[in-house]
Every structure is written in C-alpha cells, then in structure tokens.
C-alpha cells in the first residue's frame, strides 16, 4: 500500500487547513485509515483514525477542532483541522491500517504543519 499525503503548511493560530492522504496497492475493503504526528523532541502520536464504515477515533487534544472524513471509492481521507493552535504544531503522517490489527500497517512520508503567527 503507497500513501500519498497533501495539504500542509503555515497558518495562524485559529487558522484552518484540510489534509488529504490517498491509498494505492493492496487496499481491501475493511480498513481503517487516520493520521498520526509528531512534534519536534515529542513522541509520535494518534490524531484521528476512521474505518471504512466511518467508525472514527480521536485524540482528547483535538476534539471539537478536527474532523476526519473518507472516500471509499478513492481510497482517500481528509483532516479538517480548525482552530489551530500552536501546540498542534508537527509533521503529520496519514497511516493504513488492516483490519484486526491495533497498530498502523503502511505510514505515509509526512507532512509539515507549522501554526504560528
């Protein structure tokens, strides 16, 4: 599975940006995909996740902020990150994940989402 992320960038904080990850290869229909990051000195972390029949997951931190959607005929998802806020600062890597398992199978090259005025 190649995963091809687009969409990110500086902004002000409270500020919007939408990324997009699309999926190619060996994608069965039972999946989920999401995006996780990483911040600078920080471990990586989960985002947000959504399954291919829109079962969504999200960190405490973005809650109310972020919204993750899916195009299952494009095998694609999207980040409607709104209300950015410094902290949310970091490089953002889409994942796929199969079914059954927990943790992520295929990781994107990343991309960077700076918030700052």
């Known amino acids: 599975v190649q995963l091809q992320a687009s969409g990110g960038g500086l902004v002000q904080p409270g500020g919007s940006l939408r990324l997009s990850c699309a999926a190619s290869g060996s994608i069965f229909n039972i999946n989920a995909m999401g995006w996780y990051r990483q911040a600078a000195g920080k471990q990586r972390e989960l985002v947000a996740t959504?399954?291919?029949?829109?079962?969504?997951d999200y960190a405490d931190s973005v809650k109310g902020r972020f919204t993750i959607s899916r195009d299952n005929v494009k095998n694609t998802v999207f980040l409607q990150m709104n209300s950015l806020k410094p902290e949310d600062t970091a490089v953002y890597y889409c994942i796929f994940r199969r079914y059954g398992r927990k943790e992520p199978d295929y990781w994107g090259q990343g991309t960077q989402v700076t918030v700052s005025s």
């Open positions: 959504i399954t291919s029949v829109g079962r969504t």
